[in-house]
C-alpha cells in the first residue's frame, strides 16, 4: 500500500532553516510526480510546490517562491523541502503528496509535519 | 484569498442531499480538470473525485462530481454524521503553473 512519512518538523525560530523529508514506500517513486501542501491551523490548504517524477520540472507558490526549495532522490525514494528564511506565517502542517504528474491530481497524502516557527 | 470560491459551510439532514460549488476562471477550472478532497476533523485530506467527475476506489457512488465552464459541483447523497467534514476544490491553474485549491467548505449533517 502506498505510504507516504513525512519528518523534520519542529519549532524553529524566524528567520532560520528546516529541512522537511518526505519517505515513499509501496509504489515506484520515480515514476511520480510529488507535491508539497501546507495547512495553517485552522485554516484551508494551501499548495506549496510539485516535482516532476524525474526532477527536472519543479513548480512554486507564490509566497514560498525563493525562499523555499523541492527536490528529490529517487534512489532513496525520498521527497525534501528545505525551508529558508522562515516566518510566523509559514507556521502550518506540511502534507507530502503524490500525484500522477506536475499539473495533475493528489490521490495520496501523508499524515503531516508541523513547523512552527516562533521565537 | 483563494483562487477557487467555495462557501464556507453547508448542512443537511441525515439521508438528504447535498451540493458543494467550486467556482473559478477559464485558466484553472475551465481548462484543467477537477478534483476533490474530503478532510475528516484531525486527519489528512483524502482523494475523493477527480478528472471531474471519477471516482477513486473505495469511494462509494453517493459521491459525484460535475463541472460546467467555470464552476464545478461536489454532490454528496445519502448523507451519513461520517461525512462530516472539511471539501476542497483543486484543480491546475494554467497562468499561474501552480495548483489551486479553495478555500474549503465545512459540511454539517445535522
Known amino acids: 500500500q502506498v505510504q507516504l512519512v513525512e519528518s523534520g518538523g519542529g519549532v524553529v525560530q524566524p528567520g532560520r532553516s528546516l529541512r522537511l523529508s518526505c519517505t515513499a514506500s509501496?509504489?515506484?517513486?520515480?515514476?511520480?510526480?510529488m507535491d508539497w501542501v501546507r495547512q495553517a491551523p485552522g485554516e484551508g490548504l494551501e499548495w506549496v510546490a510539485v516535482?516532476?517524477?524525474?526532477?527536472?520540472?519543479?513548480y512554486y507558490g507564490d509566497s514560498v517562491k525563493g525562499r523555499f526549495t523541492i527536490s528529490r532522490d529517487n534512489s532513496k525514494n525520498t521527497l525534501y523541502l528545505q525551508l529558508n528564511g522562515l516566518t510566523a506565517e509559514d507556521t502550518a502542517v506540511y502534507y507530502c503528496?503524490?500525484?500522477?504528474?506536475?499539473?495533475?491530481?493528489?490521490?495520496?497524502w501523508g499524515q503531516g509535519t508541523l513547523v512552527t516557527v516562533s521565537s | 484569498q483563494s483562487v477557487l470560491t467555495q462557501p464556507p459551510s453547508v448542512s443537511a439532514a441525515p439521508g438528504q442531499k447535498v451540493t458543494i460549488s467550486c467556482s473559478g476562471s477559464?485558466?484553472?477550472?475551465?481548462?484543467?480538470?477537477v478534483s476533490w478532497y474530503q478532510q475528516l476533523p484531525g486527519t489528512a485530506p483524502k482523494l475523493l473525485i477527480y478528472d471531474n467527475n471519477k471516482r477513486p476506489s473505495g469511494i462509494p457512488d453517493r459521491f459525484s462530481g460535475s463541472k460546467s465552464g467555470t464552476s464545478a459541483t461536489l454532490g454528496i447523497t445519502g448523507l451519513q454524521t461520517g461525512d462530516e467534514a472539511d471539501y476542497y476544490c483543486g484543480t491546475w491553474d494554467s497562468s499561474l503553473s501552480a495548483v489551486v485549491f479553495g478555500g474549503g467548505t465545512k459540511l454539517t449533517v445535522l
Open positions: 509501496g509504489f515506484t517513486f520515480s515514476n511520480y510526480a
Open positions: 503528496a503524490r500525484a500522477c504528474s506536475t499539473n495533475c491530481y493528489i490521490d495520496y
Open positions: 516535482m516532476s517524477y524525474d526532477g527536472s520540472t519543479k
Open positions: 477559464t485558466s484553472n477550472i475551465e481548462s484543467n480538470y
